[in-house]
């Protein structure tokens, strides 16, 4: 398997609207994109930047995930996602190579989007995601 | 200014064959170009994924930033590096704005690019480097 693109890179922030503020004041940056995605408990943003795209996360619940994060780092960049072709195919790619994942099997992110999580210690103490692109209709 | 691409999202790792192995072997990437920057007592490898790169640094000098970086945090996201136009118009907006800059002029980074930091506690808690790539020749 071969990413075929940085999806977007994950900034973890405390409120969402003073981000998107920033990001418009200092960078020129719009909002492409907003919507609550229940399952992670976040309130997510999407920016384009050249083909790629920075996401804001604020989380919706102290006690989930990005929230915990938050409270141990502060803000900060949270996760780095890249586009695959096929998520199962990249998903039995690192499970031959006994890569530690955090999701086993592909769930439905932001966008209608397929993604997993692999786990930080796999790689460089980052936390990937993988991406499959779901295009509408 | 409105930066026209994430030109690469920098990961700290303390061993950079180890880090380039694992990259070559979890996601099948290869390494672009490598080279010591030693202003910045690191040594730098790019990836290329799709339009943009991941950028590895391992420090020269544990007292360098990347170094204290690594003491503090262990291995991880460090910047992302927004590309611009101009450089000079890009750090004239931030000050305009009392943008607090790492680097208040521009000055040559890997690869030869023209590149100034922003500080952290600008936006959301994140490193951005703005980067105005120098084209060979």
Known sequence: MLPYNIHHVAIAVEDLDA?????????GFEVLSRETVEEQKVEEAMIAVGGSHIQLLQPTDPMSPVGRFLS????????????????EA????????????????PRIGGGGHRIAFVH???LAGTL??????????
Request: aromatic share 8%; hydrophobic share 45%; proline share 2%.
């Open 90 to 105: 990249a998903l039995e790619h690192l499970k031959e190579r006994d890569v530690v994942l955090v999701d086993e099997s």
């Open 72 to 87: 141990r780092n502060g803000e900060g960049m949270h996760h780095i996602a890249f586009a695959v072709a096929d998520i």
């Open 19 to 27: 981000a998107l503020e920033g990001f418009a004041d200092q960078y």
């Open 120 to 122: 930080p210690k796999a």
């Open 128 to 137: 990937f995601e993988l991406v499959e692109v779901v295009h509408d209709g």
